[in-house]
């Protein structure tokens, strides 16, 4: 079983200011998926990233899949009460299919 | 935007009972899935079903769980007898199509509660 590390698990932080969320793993990945989920709902994806070093940006959301496809990071910039919730990696194993691991989220407060 | 949706939203059932919680993925997606969260756990892997027929499939994925497509918009997962330990979020998943080692986009309901009592 191929098992992805988020970290921090909890995260509370001030309106205004950068964090960084991990995800790692010893194995590597074909490719990567960051997610949202809100309380009682489904995970909402934010990005893909599929090539070793690839860096992808949604307004202040800066994500990066590591060179050896092995780990990625979700910066976010200037954190918003509005970014508040859980984000989870998840990744598809290499070669093992199309099954998505994923990893045990972090769950993310921003005060006002 | 399309999106996968999932019915009940919330089911509440006895040990025991069958269960059969539905999905419509989005329409011109090949690649259906049934993923679980067990209360403050992580999403886990249940099965992934191509062509009318199970993909892959986890450790979870006994002989109490099966899957169907029994008309061209509704993906089920039936458990057969549930247990107590069955209660978690059920979420379905849809992708476009798949090739070995390449990425695929995996579109998620909103989920499923399922109580077992």
């Known amino acids: 079983t191929q098992l992805l590390e988020q970290s921090p698990q909890f995260l509370s932080i001030q309106e205004g200011e950068n964090l960084t969320v991990y995800c790692n793993s010893s194995?590597?990945?074909?490719?990567l998926q960051w997610y949202r989920q809100e309380p009682g709902e489904g995970p909402v994806l934010l990005v893909t990233?599929?090539?070793?070093?690839e860096v992808k940006k949604l307004k202040r959301l800066t994500f990066q899949f590591g060179d050896a496809r092995k780990d990625s990071s979700l910066h976010i910039t200037a954190a918003q009460p509005g970014d508040t919730g859980l984000y989870l990696c998840a990744g598809e194993p290499n070669n093992a299919g199309n099954m998505l691991t994923f990893g045990g989220g972090t769950r993310l407060m921003v005060k006002p | 935007e399309p999106e996968v949706t999932q019915t009940p939203s919330h089911q509440v059932t006895q040990m025991g009972q069958e269960v059969i919680l539905r999905c419509v993925p989005i329409s011109n997606h090949l690649y259906f899935y049934w993923y679980r969260q067990i209360l403050g756990q992580k999403v886990e892997f249940l099965v992934s079903?191509?062509?009318?027929?199970?993909?892959?499939k986890s450790e979870i994925f006994d002989d109490q769980f099966s899957v169907e497509r029994p008309d061209g918009s509704n993906f089920t997962l039936k458990i057969r007898s549930t247990k107590l330990e069955d209660s978690a979020m059920y979420f379905c998943a849809s992708s476009e199509g798949f090739r070995i080692g390449t990425w695929e986009t995996q579109y998620f309901g909103p989920g499923t509660r399922l109580l077992v009592l």
């Open positions: 990233v599929v090539t070793g070093g």
């Open positions: 079903f191509y062509n009318n027929e199970i993909s892959e």
């Open positions: 194995s590597v990945f074909s490719s």
